[in-house]
């Protein structure tokens, strides 16, 4: 693991004085201004960059000085696409391409057992253990959001632009997200409207805006969705957009739903001309999911569209997986709980020495960006947990204050801007990460050591053997599916390597 060393020559005091403007309690700094979407701090590479040359600039980039560097600042995401399809693809025998991996949609795929907050806001969770290294340890920072019943949401505009186009019908893509809408339909509320846009060659509208009162009009367009033609998704977007546009209700959640293997062939298919457009949209507060399908999937077009459209991105290859999306999450995760949420650390470079974030990498921001508003943030449903995990390198025998998180978010609705926070002192870390850490706590740590070998070959200085070892002993003890699905995973990585 390669540690990003702090900033020498601030002192304690000022470093201390930076975490208290952080403020210990939860509060509202006072209305917020709109936010204005603004371009992303990352290069966008068009469609025919190579996955192996955006991994190595990701990798190098990750190794650079390039801010105050004792400061942690990352807009939150909750998207979980690229483990989906890592773990197809595993499934099937081949090795996930590296470019694809992003440690954080695999670790914030899993479970967490956060306290929810009260209210609205969020809960700040810090926690972490030593590692079997000399002075080293790993350290956590879990956002939670309180859940709701779907009862309680606001009512829903959703427009579901469905991709037709030939590459659709190969077995699990167009059926699988038939399936899922038809599933969907039974469990939205009656105040909720859809909309339903295919789209190949060209665009067509299906179905306009509609009542769930007439859910038996919306079945008969779903079941007329039939393969033909090339992916155009620039024309799927237009045309998914302008109903939704044409349909917004002020008093009501207004999302698109994109439902596509992002292969995108025909209109424009430079990307940055696409997540301008998501992102204009995304400005008038019309949110974008995007929901992945088939073996051979876009990931990275998927996942930016995601990020620009200011929502999430999931991937879905079985129908349980669709039942959960569809059934479960998207009906009670509808609205939002924050709009343009960030996180940031302030690390005490008295007691750490060096820190890496794992992952986050196109999510970074500047420290300065962490409290302007007009900067973009990620979008935080209801009951969603957001974790992000450091390595750190201590200082040997330094004891004190390790590091204080802190998580800004504006409302949705008045976009008044609160924070919360929550500090680790040295003292609290676990004594050994396989010893004494809480369970889900070692779980994450297997997860994102997993996501790190298979892209860069790093993970907390374990090969695939030790990571299987410690999955398949926290399957026997968390009794989650997932886990043991994780342990069949990093076994079935070792059998293609």
């Avoid at 391409?97 to 795929?109: K, M, Y």
């Avoid at 209801?382 to 750190?392: E, F, K, N």
Wanted: charged content about 25%; aromatic content about 6%.
């Amino acid at each position: 693991m390669r540690f990003r060393p702090l900033i020498v020559g601030v002192g304690l005091v000022a470093l201390l004085g930076l975490a208290a403007c952080g403020g210990g309690e939860s509060g509202t700094s006072g209305a917020a201004a709109p936010a204005q979407v603004d371009e992303r701090r990352r290069s966008v590479p068009s469609a025919s960059s190579q996955p192996e040359q955006q991994d190595q600039a990701a990798r190098e980039d990750t190794e650079k000085d390039t801010t105050a560097t004792q400061i942690s600042t990352f807009a939150l995401d909750v998207d979980t696409a690229s483990y989906g399809y890592a773990r197809r693809t595993l499934k099937e025998g081949r090795w996930p391409a590296p470019a694809e991996i992003r440690p954080e949609e695999w670790v914030n795929a899993f479970r967490q057992d956060y306290a929810q907050p009260p209210d609205d806001g969020f809960t700040v969770h810090v926690d972490g253990a030593r590692l079997p290294s000399r002075d080293e340890a790993v350290m956590r920072v879990g956002l939670q959001t309180r859940a709701s019943q779907a009862a309680e949401r606001r009512p829903a505009n959703l427009t579901f632009v469905v991709d037709v186009s030939g590459s659709m019908a190969e077995a699990g893509r167009l059926d699988l997200v038939k399936s899922a809408l038809l599933k969907l339909l039974d469990q939205l509320a009656p105040g909720d409207q859809v909309s339903i846009v295919s789209f190949s060659d060209e665009a067509s509208l299906l179905a306009s805006m509609t009542p769930l009162t007439a859910r038996d009009e919306l079945r008969r367009a779903v079941n007329e969705l039939a393969v033909a033609g090339g992916t155009n998704l620039e024309a799927g977007l237009v045309a998914g957009y302008q109903e939704a546009s044409k349909a917004f209700r002020p008093a009501a959640t207004n999302r698109v739903v994109v439902l596509s293997d992002g292969l995108a062939n025909q209109g424009s298919t430079q990307w940055q001309a696409l997540l301008d457009r998501v992102k204009e949209h995304a400005g008038k507060q019309v949110t974008l999911l995007t929901v992945g399908v088939g073996r051979e999937y876009g990931d990275e077009l998927m996942e930016q569209l995601a990020d620009n459209g200011d929502g999430m991105a999931v991937y879905v290859s079985t129908e349980e997986e669709a039942e959960k999306i569809f059934t479960t999450q998207l009906p009670a995760n509808i609205e939002l709980r924050a709009r343009d949420a960030k996180a940031q650390v302030v690390f005490n470079q008295a007691v750490v020495e060096s820190y890496r974030l794992i992952g986050y990498e196109n999510r970074a921001l500047s420290a300065e960006e962490f409290r302007d508003d007009s900067r973009d943030g990620g979008e935080i449903g209801p009951g969603h947990s957001v974790t992000a995990l450091y390595g750190l390198k201590l200082k040997p025998g330094a004891d004190g204050q390790l590091a204080q998180a802190t998580v800004r978010w504006q409302d949705p609705d008045t976009r008044a801007a609160s924070e919360a926070s929550e500090s680790l002192r040295s003292g609290d870390l676990a004594a050994s990460v396989w010893d004494k850490a809480p369970v889900r706590l070692q779980v994450d740590v297997v997860v994102a050591a997993f996501a790190g070998y298979m892209r860069e070959q790093e993970a907390f200085g374990m090969d695939l053997s030790a990571l299987g070892e410690h999955a398949t002993r926290l399957a026997a003890t968390s009794e989650d599916p997932m886990v043991s699905e994780l342990a069949t995973l990093i076994d079935r990585a070792k059998s293609i390597r």
